[in-house]
């Protein structure tokens, strides 16, 4: 085995030298006659299509169709994080070439590992980013840049966007879960018709809620009508279905922790009806800990403290958190009036 390790070593060496060299002959093969610089593209309006790829594997591809970001594949997608990738397109910038002694190792670097945005306009591929690594102060970025027409860059540039510190490649994620859109309740309470909430351990506490006018409401507690509640709580309440997002999509955790989750009681069961008759239905559920953890005190601890799980009304297992949810955990007594 010792004869053999130095063997596959340089096995190895000699692999990724063939891989740098003939990304170098791909690129060297189509080189400008000029050094490119013109990083930006001011009318991102133009923009239609953004696909990001790295050569080290992993690849996200967006389409623009009717001014509305989509996945390739389908689904729904974070619109503000294709928003943040067209300001990068258009405001960045040239801080400075890089020194004559540097360009042949940076372009080296760069080609070894990078992540490559491809930016087209109306269809066409205009112009492809290769984005290497930072400069020491962390305040540059390096990349390398193609235009279609003219070729690759012979040289790379030390590139930077105002107030951004960091690799400006971090901006161009190749995560799909980083763009899915993670609303479970996304609603103007002027559009909500009805909330209907369960509290499975504590059945006689649930009630429905039903939106009859902008500031005229009925409430229900197990399909008895209360007469004597506060409308400004309820008001209170439906606003907190503005933003209800999760925080993780298909946590990593082991099946049988997942089936013995969903084999749980709920803690609730909400449903909202929206005044088209769409209904959205989501369930939690406790949270336990894998390993015995104890409090300050010694006591141990039941349930995760922090973040439970949930089902959303497409089937799909999710984390989310106290802290988003715990204003629409309220029971009846929340509204009545004593």
Not at 5 to 26: D, E, M, Q, R
Not at 92 to 111: F, S, Y
Not at 198 to 216: F, G
Not at 242 to 263: F, G, M, W
Request: aromatic residues 12%.
């Amino acid at each position: 085995m010792k004869k053999i390790t130095p063997i596959l070593i340089i096995i190895l060496i000699a692999g990724l030298s063939w891989l740098v060299y003939t990304l170098s002959i791909t690129e060297k093969s189509s080189l400008s006659d000029e050094a490119l610089s013109d990083f930006a593209i001011k009318d991102t309006a133009s923009i239609d299509r953004i696909k990001i790829s790295s050569n080290v594997g992993g690849q996200v591809d967006f389409f623009r169709v009717n001014g509305h970001w989509e996945f390739k594949e389908g689904g729904c997608l974070q619109q503000h994080m294709l928003d943040v990738m067209l300001e990068t397109i258009k405001y960045v910038a040239v801080k400075a070439p890089v020194p004559v002694g540097a360009v042949d190792n940076v372009t080296k670097r760069i080609l070894g590992q990078h992540k490559k945005i491809e930016i087209y306009q109306s269809g066409k591929l205009t112009k492809t980013w290769f984005i290497g690594g930072t400069t020491a102060d962390h305040y540059g970025t390096y990349m390398l840049l193609k235009i279609e027409g003219k070729g690759t860059s012979p040289e790379p540039f030390i590139t930077y966007m105002p107030s951004v510190y960091g690799n400006l490649s971090d901006l161009f994620s190749l995560r799909i879960k980083d763009y899915e859109c993670s609303g479970i309740f996304l609603y103007d309470p002027l559009d909500i018709k009805e909330v209907d909430v369960q509290i499975p351990d504590s059945a006689h506490l649930n009630y429905t809620i039903k939106s009859l006018d902008s500031n005229k409401f009925e409430l229900y507690q197990n399909e008895m009508k209360v007469n004597n509640f506060d409308t400004t709580q309820i008001r209170k309440y439906l606003l907190g279905f503005r933003k209800i997002h999760y925080e993780i999509k298909n946590p990593i955790v082991p099946q049988e922790v997942k089936d013995s989750t969903l084999a749980n009681t709920p803690t609730y069961i909400i449903k909202v009806t929206d005044k088209k008759g769409n209904v959205n239905k989501v369930t939690t559920y406790l949270k336990f800990p894998i390993f015995n953890n104890y409090d300050y005190d010694g006591n141990l601890i039941t349930h995760d403290l922090n973040s439970l799980f949930a089902v959303t009304n497409s089937g799909t297992f999710v984390q989310v958190q106290y802290f988003v949810f715990d204003k629409l955990f309220r029971d009846i007594n929340f509204f009545k009036i004593n």
